[in-house]
């Protein structure tokens, strides 16, 4: 299997402030990593995709100079919620899918819980 | 872009009986279907998987099924035990490179009692 690791599990910030949530590939290289967001009782929504050393690619309707990305390596992606209020609170998630072959499982980091007070 | 629309929303059935959950997708070019279980709070897990070159795929008491003609593809569990009871989510995704993301439905809440 594959292994994608998420730091912080949770975070609880007050309104205004910036968080940075880190997702980490621990025993493969992905060139490309994806961000959900999932709010309670709801489906995952992809934010963006990460590509290493490039801009992110964000989906429609998402800020992208609110939830910035940045890629630095191969394995590790990095989301930071700047200027976070009350509803940026939710479940983020990232994935990643090996590089190199075929490949068609994603693999699921942990997510990360947060609260904006 | 690729849109996956999942029914039901939610779903009960008594222990030992079957459960069928459906989706159907709108791009002709996806080719890879998973299907995850999510536990509250926790990261959907991957429970099967069907590819485009196949109908059918079974894993003990969870099948998948294809029908590419009509883009749609079906969960089938059987014999269902109160553990089952989680939030599934079908998936579909275009081709199997790296960079491409899955595009999940709504999800099924599924509740089995004993």
């Known amino acids: 299997g594959a292994v994608v690791s998420q730091h912080p599990s949770w975070v609880i910030c007050k309104s205004g402030t910036s968080v940075k949530i880190e997702c980490r590939s621990l025993d493969f290289q992905a060139t490309t990593m994806f961000w959900y967001r999932q709010f309670p009782k709801q489906s995952l929504m992809l934010m963006a995709t990460?590509?290493?050393?490039?801009?992110?690619?964000?989906e429609q309707g998402v800020e992208k100079d609110k939830f910035l990305i940045n890629h630095a390596s191969l394995t590790l992606s990095t989301l930071t919620v700047t200027s976070a209020h009350p509803e940026d609170s939710s479940f983020y998630i990232c994935?990643?899918?090996?590089?190199?072959?075929?490949?068609?499982?994603?693999?699921f980091g942990p997510g990360t819980r947060l609260t904006v007070t | 872009g690729e849109n996956v629309e999942q029914h039901p929303s939610t779903l009960s059935v008594q222990e030992g009986d079957s459960a069928v959950i459906k989706c159907t997708y709108s791009d002709s070019a996806s080719n890879y279907f998973p299907w995850y279980k999510q536990e509250l709070g926790k990261r959907p897990q991957l429970i099967i998987d069907i590819r485009s070159n196949v109908g059918e795929k079974k894993d003990q008491r969870i099948a998948v099924t294809l029908n590419k003609t009509a883009k749609h593809f079906s969960l089938h569990i059987t014999e269902t035990q109160p553990e089952d009871s989680a939030v599934y989510f079908c998936?579909?995704?275009?081709?199997?490179?790296?960079?491409?993301?899955?595009?999940f439905g709504k999800g099924t809440t599924l509740s089995v009692s004993s």
């Open positions: 998936a579909a995704s275009p081709d199997d490179q790296a960079g491409t993301a899955l595009i």
């Open positions: 990460s590509n290493e050393g490039s801009k992110a690619t964000y």
């Open positions: 994935s990643a899918r090996k590089t190199g072959k075929a490949s068609y499982e994603q693999y």
